[in-house]
């Protein structure tokens, strides 16, 4: 049970993000990042375990990579653009911060 959870709230926390970055271009990603960093965070708080906090962001990883490649109406949901791409490289970096982070 604990895994599933930890899977949905970090694949919860990558749709939350996704759909946020394009919003307002530097508040929406800050705000999708600082959101992203919070959910793995609380996800160690709760379990009280790094494995759990590494299930979260490979989930977070596996949903925003989704979203960055072409579905079958060819849409994209992360954009190639500047924002798009701050999303992929700062976020990734934000959610494997937080599996580092103490618990």
Request: glycine share 14%.
């Amino acid at each position: 049970m604990k895994v599933l959870l930890s899977l949905l709230y970090g694949a919860g926390a990558a749709l939350i993000a996704i759909l946020l970055h394009q919003s307002v271009p530097p508040i929406g990603v800050i705000a999708g990042l600082a959101f992203s960093y919070g959910a793995i965070w609380l996800i160690g708080r709760r379990f009280n375990s790094r494995w759990f906090k590494s299930l979260g962001a490979a989930a977070w990883i596996a949903v925003v990579l989704r979203g960055a490649t072409f579905g079958e109406g060819q849409e994209l949901m992360v954009q190639g653009d500047g924002v798009g791409s701050a999303l992929l490289l700062l976020g990734t970096l934000t959610v494997l911060a937080a599996v580092a982070a103490r618990n």
